[in-house]
């Protein structure tokens, strides 16, 4: 069977699978020190402790993670795009303006992550294009902190499951009595199963156009300013250099998108297609909402915003 894949298409379809974001940082003991971006962290032992992630053979920072005794794996908190975003890009020094402390072997340890392990650095293992870091863990910080993912080529967040209700159930009636009128009168309950019902006939038109969701943002949003930096595109969606640059080179393909040096804006095909967008989720407004007056929509459009 043949393995040979369009790396671009490998990528998006992995990209289905949600993780965290960590920044795994190291210092060597001439105190050089790293920290890159990486969604590959993952548990691998409970006894010993140990985690895994992965880098880039051809990567600068192997030689400091070689030469390193430890690393910090930094699990980001939902609020540190800014941070993931400043690990992921190339520079001469990296912890310029970063509040951090030192840990084992003087790994930069970031302030307000979710979650954070010191490893000592126990085996390294051949991955093909990567290599694989195995650590064991030596101490850890547990902030509880709600956790950024990644998934689709962009940054999500935590949402809880809205659950539910099973088709045969042996809970007396008075219990479930009990429990739907809890629910009812559970309104962040009510909201997440209101987006839920809403998702369900919207996102299939979405993807109907073949963008997926991250794409259709940004053309909908390079709509509205015209032109945007790469930079100021990636802040306003909440995406990773890295992905908004493979996107970008997917709506160029198509000719909905022209660059010049590190400008972005829409080509006609590309306004004609954010029209079509945008006309998706008015019709599904209006199929939604249709049934209601003005002043019912103000009340909660109030609403909304006061929450």
């Known amino acids: ?10 990528r998006r379809a992995l990209g289905n699978f949600a993780t965290g974001v960590t ?27 140990l985690v895994l992630w992965s880098i880039m053979k051809n990567s600068g920072s192997v030689e400091v993670f070689d ?3 430890h690393f910090a794996v930094n699990i980001l908190a939902a609020d540190q795009i800014p941070v993931s975003n400043h690990f992921a890009r190339p520079s001469d020094d990296k912890f310029a303006g970063i509040d951090y402390e030192k840990g ?20 390294k293992v051949d991955g093909g294009d990567h290599w694989i870091l195995i650590g064991k863990v030596v101490a850890y910080d547990d902030f509880g902190r709600a956790p950024l993912l990644y998934h689709g080529g962009a940054y999500s967040a935590v949402i809880p499951h809205a659950g539910v209700k099973p088709k045969e159930t042996e809970a007396s009636d008075a219990g479930q009595a009990k429990n739907d009128k809890r629910l009812a009168d559970n309104l962040y309950y009510q909201m997440l199963q209101a987006v839920k019902r809403y998702q369900a006939s919207y996102q299939p038109m979405q993807l109907a156009t073949g963008l997926r ?18 930079q100021d595109l990636e802040e306003r969606i909440g995406m990773p250099d890295h992905d908004l640059q493979a996107a970008v080179e997917t709506l160029c393909r198509k000719e909905w998108l022209a660059r010049k040096d590190d400008q972005l804006s829409l080509t006609t095909a590309g306004v004609e297609q954010a029209e079509t967008l945008w006309n998706i989720a008015n019709e599904r407004q209006k199929e939604v909402f249709g049934q209601f007056s003005e002043e019912e929509l103000a009340t909660f459009r109030k609403v909304l915003e006061a929450v």
Do not use: H, K, W
């Open 1 to 10: 069977m043949s393995t040979e894949f369009d790396p671009r298409d490998f």
């Open 67 to 69: 030469n390193a005794s």
């Open 104 to 123: 084992a072997g003087n790994a930069p340890l970031l302030q307000d992550c979710s979650a954070r392990f010191q490893c000592e650095n126990y085996q």
């Open 213 to 230: 969701t991250i794409e259709a943002r940004m053309l909908l949003t390079l709509n509205d300013f015209d032109t945007l930096t790469t």
């Open 23 to 49: 920044v795994i940082t190291a210092c060597t003991p001439d105190g050089v020190q790293t920290g890159v971006t990486a969604n590959s962290f993952n548990s691998v032992s409970l006894e010993p402790p």
